[in-house]
């Protein structure tokens, strides 16, 4: 479980800027949870606290029973190597690099030897459908195609969390349905999902919905009962 008490983040400036205020939420394991609010809100500060990427100003972040605040930078770093992979937006391939050379990045950035990595490469390419693409690089894709190598490159190494940022934002609507039914598919073989979107077709798919405005939770709702999963 993932759990947040009173989380506040402040961002030092000129003028100061908050960006969550007092945020208590719990996540269950294999829960899949959906953030929306408009720009600006909180969203993607929430979901790089949960990753370990951010630290709050103040509050208690337990991580899967682990307490953050008392975890070193060393000891932080090797728990989002282990447990956490993100899915983003712009997708975040490197462009000179090949399908399985971008998939294959996640396992080096853990510094797994060759040996090890093949498989476990071998294996979500084929899960995700991207055997085909392999040497292809990102520029030869559609936008689908590269948001499956992005899914991928983030269940390589097998986490425990995904957090997905605006993952159906680049798409049209076909291709992001069947995003969101990968992200389902994770959440039934019980990894978490923390999705932030702004649509709330694709909210009404997950199995919460929070609300964050100004930084502060301003509402929580449950997937409506004729969402179809």
Partial sequence: MLELESISKIYQAAVDKIGLQKVSLKIRQGEFLAVMG??????????NILGLID?????????????????????????????VGFVFQNFHLIEDLNVRENIDTALIYRDLP???????????????????????LPEQLSGGEQQ??????AL????????????TGNLDTKTGAK?????IDLVSQGITVVMATHAL?????????????????????????????
């Fill in 38 to 47: 408009p720009s600006g809100c909180g969203k993607s500060t929430l979901l």
């Fill in 55 to 83: 630290s709050p100003t103040s509050g208690s972040y337990r991580f899967f029973g682990t307490e953050v605040a008392n975890l070193k930078e060393k000891q932080l770093t090797q728990l989002r190597k282990e447990k």
């Fill in 114 to 136: 060759a040996p090890e990595r093949r498989p476990r490469v071998d294996e979500v390419m084929e899960r995700l459908g991207l055997e085909d693409l392999a040497r292809d």
């Fill in 148 to 153: 499956r190598v992005a899914i991928a490159r």
């Fill in 156 to 167: 390589v190494s097998r986490p425990a969390l995904v957090l997905a940022d605006e993952p």
């Fill in 179 to 183: 995003v969101m039914d990968l992200l």
């Fill in 201 to 229: 077709v694709h909210a009404n798919r997950a199995e919460r919905t929070i609300e964050l405005l100004d930084g502060a939770v301003a509402g929580e709702f449950p997937r409506p009962k004729t969402s179809v999963a």
